[in-house]
């Protein structure tokens, strides 16, 4: 069963930074674009970044472009956010999200994860 | 604020069908055949539904039904079941490598 599980997630300051990693499990990574997904505390769903399979094509919702950094390391099965200059607002749950096809990333979601909580507060 | 507007909530019996909309743009919804819904119960994973507007994925219930018409793409749940109380999102291609999804819609079965 596939399996995808976030980690990383918790405290940080307004201006500070964070990392989150997704291990993924039991197909095979290489072969699949992968995306975050975020929700805010009682909001509905937000696309934040997604990344080819490859790690050469990255895209990012204009609302983190130039703070956050998607990558992957097919190695390992595991995809990154690389998350600078937070705000208040970047509160969230992260979920990492498996593209369904091997052709494109924006088809749909097959697989999530169960989700990293961050929280940007003073 | 979110891209494509979805009712805040919904409910019907156990047996009963009931239908959640998702409202978009002639640049979202109605300009791509990439509408997808997601069921997501609290602390679980979101589970993908239907994708490409109408396609179910294997394992999905033939319950759950979706279809588009304009700018406006349907999830359908017929023969309600408790376990079928959950939020609901849709999700659509919006072109220029941007996805925009629904505010989410609460379903409670009576």
């Known amino acids: 069963e596939v399996h995808l599980l976030e980690s990383g997630g918790g405290l940080v300051q307004p201006g500070g930074s964070l990392r989150l990693s997704c291990a993924a499990s039991?197909?095979?990574?290489?072969?699949?674009?992968m995306s975050w997904v975020r929700q805010a505390p009682g909001k509905g769903l937000e696309w934040v970044s997604a990344l080819s399979s490859s790690g050469g094509a990255t895209y990012y919702a204009e609302s983190v472009k130039g703070r956050f950094t998607i990558s992957r390391d097919n190695s390992k099965s595991l995809l990154y956010l690389q998350m600078n200059s937070l705000r208040v607002e970047d509160t969230a749950t992260y979920y990492c999200a498996k593209a369904s096809l091997s052709s494109s990333w924006y088809i749909s979601f097959d697989y999530w994860g169960q989700g990293t909580l961050v929280t940007v507060s003073p | 604020q979110s891209a494509l507007t979805q009712p805040p909530s919904a409910s019907g019996s156990p047996g009963q069908s009931v239908t959640i909309s998702c409202s978009g743009t002639?640049?979202?919804?109605?300009?791509?055949?990439?509408v997808s819904w997601y069921q997501h119960h609290p602390v679980k994973a979101p589970k993908l539904m239907i994708f490409e507007v109408s396609k179910r994925p294997s394992g999905v219930p033939n319950r759950f039904s979706g279809s588009k018409s304009g700018n406006t793409a349907s999830l359908t749940v017929s023969g309600l079941q408790a376990d079928d109380e959950a939020d609901y999102y849709c999700s659509s291609y919006a072109g220029n490598n941007n996805l925009v999804f629904g505010g989410g819609t609460k379903l409670t079965v009576l």
């Open positions: 039991a197909f095979t990574f290489s072969n699949y674009a």
């Open positions: 002639s640049s979202d919804v109605g300009a791509y055949d990439y």
